[in-house]
């Protein structure tokens, strides 16, 4: 029974890190204020995210620097009890950083990106009712993305990026297990690992005043080898726990089509469809230094690739001036069964708003707010078998800096 409580408290990991609510869509506070839409258009430097082809199309060399705190708020009515409980309030800091320079008569652009497509903060506390499903998470996936970008024409821009991702966790588990002062034991997962990747994409300029944007985002495996295993168990038990860990983490491709349209020259109407491809995310195996409490584990998890879509409009309202609004609806990808404190995930839907001002020739900043309304999901967990109902609320203010020449 020992055994089986312990190895319980090593399944946890692999459900915190691949959902869409840690999938972090914040990477241009432009294209945040138009639910994240961006990549049937050339807006700024965020393009070196949203379409490498686009980069080409841009009128101007800049930088750009933006930051998106993130407020996750859930609560959990347990099976059976009137007691609603909440996370507490913690604010997770997902930023962004683009540079974009070439010859302004050239055919290519070089681009550098550095942003946060994964991440997420959970601290539900010590003592609610599904400790000993998680305590607390500390997630994050840094991506660093060099980029190339060619104009084949005045029409047509392709451009590629290589990938590198350095991600960490930091994850608490109570275990039922007391200790001699009457606490529970607990158990602690967390390292750091790295991977790599790529992003291309192609855009296009048509006849009939529409742009269109195809671009691929692959899957980076990140790998992490010697991660800290730390079980704070009864003395008895202590000296058999494992102490280092390794696995490898997938996270998703995502192939987007987007569409640009313009119905005067001071709107933009930007269309975005995603496809993340979550079914890459089957099970995760965890290799432990030793196995004389813990065996190693393989977790299913069995997910579905899932859709989003996203509708943005940004209005010139003066020249100094940009008004920004967008829409979006987001499928969850997490099946029936496997819903967890960690990703209290089910469908969303996203609203937003943005402001633009032009400070100087050169300089600009914008802001942009994105609410995401996370609907209400009861479930049972079929390996924790936590019961209840989880819904989460998202806000999310932002604020970024450009200078361009």
């Known amino acids: 029974m020992i055994r089986k409580l312990l190895l319980g408290a090593c399944l946890v990991v692999p459900s915190a890190v691949f959902a869409q609510g840690f999938q972090v869509n914040l990477q241009g506070q432009k294209q945040i204020g138009m639910a994240s839409a961006g990549t049937g258009v050339a807006m700024d430097e965020a393009a070196v995210f949203f379409n490498p082809g686009a980069v080409s199309m841009l009128q101007k060399n800049g930088f750009s620097l933006g930051d998106s705190p993130l407020l996750l708020k859930s609560s959990f009515l347990q099976t059976g009890s009137s007691k609603v409980e909440t996370n507490g309030n913690e604010v997770a800091p997902p930023f962004q950083g683009y540079a974009v320079w070439g010859p302004k008569s050239g055919k290519y652009k070089l681009g550098l990106g550095v942003y946060t497509p994964f991440g997420g903060l959970e601290n539900w506390g010590d003592n609610w009712s599904g400790k000993y499903s998680l305590i607390s998470l500390n997630l994050k996936a840094i991506y660093i993305q060099p980029t190339l970008s060619i104009k084949l024409s005045d029409r047509i821009g392709i451009g590629a990026g290589f990938v590198y991702n350095h991600g960490s966790v930091n994850l608490q588990r109570a275990v039922p297990i007391t200790k001699s002062n009457g606490e529970d034991s607990k158990a602690t997962l967390k390292g750091t690992g790295d991977g790599i990747g790529w992003n291309a994409g192609i855009y296009l300029k048509t006849e009939s005043n529409i742009t269109i944007g195809i ?15 730390i079980f704070e168990l009864p003395a008895s038990l202590q000296g058999g726990a494992p ?22 020259q001071k709107t933009t109407v930007a269309f975005d469809v995603n496809w993340v491809h979550w079914s890459v995310y089957k099970n995760l195996a965890f290799d432990y230094n030793t196995n004389a409490v813990i065996p190693n584990t393989n977790s299913p998890r069995n997910y579905s690739d899932a859709a989003a879509i996203r509708l943005g409009i940004n209005h010139q309202a003066t020249p100094k001036v940009d008004l920004r609004t967008g829409v979006g609806y987001a499928f969850t990808p997490v099946k029936d069964g496997y819903v967890t404190p960690e990703t209290p995930d089910a469908d969303r839907l996203i609203l937003s708003a943005g402001l633009g001002y032009k400070m100087t020739p050169k300089f600009r900043f914008d802001a942009s707010f994105m609410y995401e309304g996370i609907k209400s999901r009861t479930q049972t967990n079929i390996e924790s078998n936590l019961s209840g109902t989880f819904k989460t609320n998202v806000y999310i203010p932002g604020l970024s800096i450009t200078y361009q020449w």
Request: hydrophobic share 30%.
């Open 215 to 229: 671009s691929h985002r692959s899957k980076v495996v990140t790998k992490i080898t010697d991660g800290d295993a």
């Open 243 to 264: 102490t280092k860990f390794s696995s490898q983490l997938p996270l998703p491709a995502t192939t987007t089509l987007g569409f640009g349209f313009y119905p005067s």
